[in-house]
């Protein structure tokens, strides 16, 4: 099949039945008899060791006991995005008598064996009962004290919040600035990890917001490169990048106008990451962008100005009814091209958005698969087809699960591959498998570099 008649293809599965593709994904994904009981061994030998090494402590346990699954936890991480919106201090007060007030925190005391946990318990204990201001037997406090935490409740609370955004930020964003993320990278079990860095913030709403993200992508290529040690290309640090961050109208209609403007960017900065010797990775949009995204990548692909340069590369969301497709197209084209692509394969991280914008839409399906399930059938079976690639991709398996980490491993036996992990999680998992020297894979560590507020 023809690259274009693999790109046609593409469109035809947009939207295609999940039930219909699911069958087929099964059968591509399906493990031998011997596989799965290699799969199961690997992955409980995994999960025991992490086990019992592990030391649950500070945010990691504090996000365990307050997990998304509590009313509490949900109640925690509405309040922290919303107060980053406020801009008043007034109505951020009124916002956190309404969401933490309504909570039942005394549940949770003493669950954690952490003291962070349980000293955070007591305080939002303190804060939801003074706040809900009832006289019930579960409320009685001595006058002096109720009287004292009413009086400095809510904006103590709003102080208290703004600093545990903070903590948080520190927890899932590796620098403030890149100086920063590179000095950290290095530090104590860091240094065992290979780095992808990502300049945060919002995709540009102007041609300045679009021109600032440019110099921080052309800053952080510089500095990474300065502060990279000699090895091969896939051993030295990388850079992510989001078109929708170099141009303000990053929408399907205005192709022509982004094959002008935003390609001679983009193109200039995968040069400046080739001279540099730095690899460069486009990052996933939303589904509707994926075809216009793969416009521009396939014209990076074929410049000649980046042959011998095999440090493009694109991330493909398995959660796309597309991706396995995608991976036939990237293969046909690296082929064609004469270069071998780096493939990040994640499980995508716009689910939600992607599902209200085809209701939204009145579309007749959705262009993701509504089924984790269907979506983790998905990403072994990209697995598969990423695998039996030959020299087409470098393979770049993103996940934090123990057993797609374990289906890697055993299906990518005597293959040259890594896996990748997002900073502030997964810890556990790769800092077990890293140090492995008998059965270890390289590590990358995506990690996102701004302000707790991006």
């Known amino acids: 099949m023809s690259l274009a008649a693999k790109r046609a293809r593409l469109t035809d599965l947009y939207l295609a039945d999940e039930t219909t593709l699911a069958g087929q994904l099964i059968d591509a994904a399906r493990f031998s008899p011997d596989e799965a009981a290699q799969v199961d061994r690997t992955a409980r030998d995994l999960v025991t060791k992490i086990r019992a090494g592990r030391r649950d402590g500070g945010i990691d346990a504090f996000l365990q006991e307050y997990s998304l699954t509590s009313e509490e936890g949900v109640a925690l991480m509405c309040l922290a995005e919303a107060l980053l919106r406020v801009p008043d201090a007034a109505t951020a007060d009124k916002l956190i008598k309404d969401k933490i007030g309504a909570a039942d925190w005394e549940r949770h005391r003493g669950q954690s064996d952490s003291t962070f946990v349980n000293a955070s318990t007591w305080a939002l204990m303190l804060t939801g009962k003074v706040l809900k201001l009832e006289d019930s037997a579960a409320a009685r406090w001595t006058g002096a004290l109720r009287k004292a935490v009413t009086r400095s409740g809510e904006p103590v609370i709003r102080q208290a919040m703004t600093y545990a955004m903070r903590i948080m930020g520190g927890q899932f964003v590796l620098g403030r600035t890149i100086k920063e993320a590179l000095s950290k990278a290095n530090e104590g079990k860091g240094a065992l990890y290979r780095y992808s860095f990502d300049m945060l913030g919002e995709a540009a709403f102007t041609r300045e917001d679009a021109a600032r993200y440019l110099s921080a992508y052309e800053k952080a290529l510089d500095a990474v490169a300065a502060g990279a040690k000699p090895g091969s290309l896939a051993e030295r640090p990388s850079l992510s990048v989001k078109l929708s961050a170099l141009h303000p ?196 560590v995506y990690a996102p570099v701004g302000s707790h507020e991006d």
């Open 249 to 444: 109208r990053y929408e399907i209609f205005r192709k022509t106008q982004l094959m002008d403007e935003l390609l001679p960017q983009i193109g200039a900065l995968a040069a400046r990451a080739k001279a540099h010797g730095v690899a460069l990775t486009i990052d996933a949009e939303e589904a509707e962008r994926l075809e216009l995204s793969l416009d521009l990548f396939e014209a990076l692909a074929r410049d000649g100005t980046l042959a011998g340069w095999d440090g493009l590369g694109l991330a493909v969301q398995a959660y796309q009814k597309r991706a396995p497709a995608v991976l036939d197209w990237l293969q046909e084209l690296a082929q064609s091209a004469g270069r071998q692509l780096p493939v990040r394969l994640v499980k995508g991280a716009y689910w939600d958005s992607e599902v209200k914008r085809a209701q939204e839409l009145g579309h007749p399906g959705y262009p993701v698969f509504t089924r984790k399930q269907t979506t983790d059938v998905s990403y072994l079976a990209c697995m598969r087809r990423m695998l039996a690639a030959g020299e087409a991709f470098y393979p770049q398996f993103a996940t934090h699960n123990a057993h797609t980490v374990a289906s890697a491993l055993v299906l990518g036996q005597g293959k040259t591959f890594e896996f990748q992990r997002l900073h502030g999680m997964g810890a556990p998992l790769y800092d077990t498998l890293v140090a492995d020297k008998t059965n270890g894979r390289p590590c990358r």
